[in-house]
């Protein structure tokens, strides 16, 4: 699951004065007329030829930092628009007049940061008087600009979804909201949503993000490699941030949510309950297992998070926990000891007794139940995570090239791999077995992360490590 800090507030009436270099004598292109354009200073999308409006005002925004953090960036703008299909330029207004007008060519960029299959996008490469580039659909847009690395993006917004711990698929998948989109605006609505106590977001086209880094797994903090812009939003129901922190479910029930935008007023989420939750017996959310023990990383101290998935009504947890030769260790739930299991591994018992360590190593930990909690079984199997894909040094999607397992030190767990890597996609995964993968960021990877690409062939040293809660990884 993401996890998420506080972030600027999205308006989208606000527009900064952004700095831009000097124009010639002869300009502006467009005589404003007498009265001149009537917005604020600052850059807009206009249609080629004619004068921006208010509703197509880029305003300064945060993108993202090492470990879900929000950072400033110079020169980064970016809003929510509805556009007509057409040639635009971006243009720059200082006192009502156009000062400069932008543009350039257009390429199409797809990659696998959806999990619906919305992974096209497109980036213009951005210079004073350049062409006028194309807008192929009518719809609802999100432009960034980026004067560091003189991009604009441009990203058309085709669906909405929530997703989370307080949802029906927790964090695993969306549950869409249906779009109306008119140049009036657009709604993402659905009835009859299932929400629980827990988290959750509204994201766009099923992605977190929009990844532009140079070396698409170099710093998130190094401005010289690019920026990651954010497409989800996390605050409040009253006050949504773009990237902000995840929303607080305290109520279940079923709900009518809709996203909705206009440019006047920007986003609103809003939530209405409509009726009571289906009563459960078994909420895999209310689990959030984990192993702990003096033969963990962190001892008796903190937890070693297991991953939970649910397969034909089998609800099982996965994680890879590296064990001391010595001690002892125990599964439970949500940080506390009042649900924990131990005992027979078979026959799992609540407040059983302390497990032994079958030995020092990395072990493949599946904890499961078929009977919405009424008995547990747990396998514990050595061997931990491996490099899977044809650009990892096994060269294809059948054999796993295994990480080296180092050991833990100051709660930390890591694992090691030095081969030679080409530019095509590769996953990590634990015990030869696809439940559990990572991939994504290798700053902050996720379970079922789209794939990683590196930016040039060569050989690599993929170190992978585990804090008992996130998963990071460096490729040096």
């Known amino acids: 699951m993401k996890s ?53 005002g880029l305003v300064s925004e945060v993108v993202e930092a090492e470990g879900f953090a929000a950072q400033e960036r110079t020169g980064f703008t970016g809003n929510y628009m509805y556009l007509a299909s057409g040639e635009y330029n971006l243009v720059n207004i ?28 497109s980036v213009v490469s951005i210079s004073e008087g350049g062409a006028a580039f194309n807008i192929a659909n009518d719809g609802l847009y999100k432009i960034t600009n980026d004067e560091l690395t003189e991009e604009l993006v441009i990203h058309q917004i085709a669906t909405a979804s929530i997703i989370g711990s307080a949802t029906e698929n927790g964090w695993g998948a969306d549950t869409p909201l249906t779009p109306t989109i008119t140049e009036t605006g657009a709604t993402f609505t659905a009835d009859d949503v299932i929400l629980r106590s827990g988290e959750w977001k509204v994201r766009f086209n099923c992605r977190w993000s929009i990844n532009r880094r140079i070396d698409p797994n170099g710093s998130l903090d190094d401005a010289a490699n690019g920026y990651q812009s954010f497409t989800n939003f996390g605050g409040t129901t009253n006050s949504l941030e773009t990237g902000g922190a995840n929303i607080q479910q305290d109520e279940d029930g079923l709900y009518t949510v809709t996203a909705a935008y206009n440019a006047q007023d920007g986003w609103s989420l809003t939530t209405t309950k ?78 059983g007794d302390d497990i032994p360590t079958p030995g020092e190593g990395a072990y493949y930990v599946v904890l499961s139940t078929a009977d919405e909690g009424d008995s ?92 008992g809660a996130v998963y990071t990884a460096t490729v040096q």
């Not at 009502?96 to 919305?118: H, M, N, P, R, Y």
């Not at 023990?293 to 397969?311: I, R, Y």
């Open 4 to 56: 998420l800090f506080k972030f600027s507030f999205l308006s989208l009436l606000i527009v900064y004065a952004i700095s831009i270099t000097s124009c010639k004598d002869d300009d502006p292109i467009i005589d404003p007329g007498a009265d001149g354009i009537n917005v604020s200073d600052g850059l807009y999308l206009a249609v080629a030829g004619q004068d921006p409006t208010a509703a197509t």
């Open 94 to 121: 200082v006192d009502k007049e156009i000062t400069a007008t932008f543009g350039g060519a257009s390429t199409d960029v797809t990659d696998e940061g959806s999990l619906c299959d919305q992974n096209t996008y």
């Open 274 to 351: 409509t009726g009571e939750a289906p009563e459960v017996a078994f909420n895999p959310n209310d689990f959030n297992m984990a192993v702990i023990g003096d033969a963990t990383a962190s001892a008796w101290d903190s937890d070693q998070n297991l991953f939970h998935k649910e397969n034909n009504g089998v609800h099982s947890w996965y994680g890879v926990v590296y064990l001391a030769g010595t001690g002892f260790y125990k599964f439970r739930a949500n940080d506390l000891w009042d649900f924990n299991l131990g005992g027979d591994l078979s026959a799992l018992s609540q407040g």
């Open 376 to 467: 547990w079984n747990a396998s514990v199997t050595p061997g931990g995570w491996a490099v899977i894909g044809e650009g990892g040094p096994g060269g294809d999607w059948e054999n796993d090239q295994a990480l080296t397992a180092d050991g833990f030190d100051m709660g930390i767990t890591t694992y090691s791999l030095t081969g030679d890597f080409t530019t095509a996609s590769w996953k990590l995964r634990a015990g030869n077995d696809w439940a559990l993968n990572l991939g994504g960021d290798l700053s902050f990877l996720t379970v079922d992360g789209a794939d990683i690409n590196l930016a040039a062939d060569g050989t690599y040293t993929v170190t992978l490590q585990f804090d």
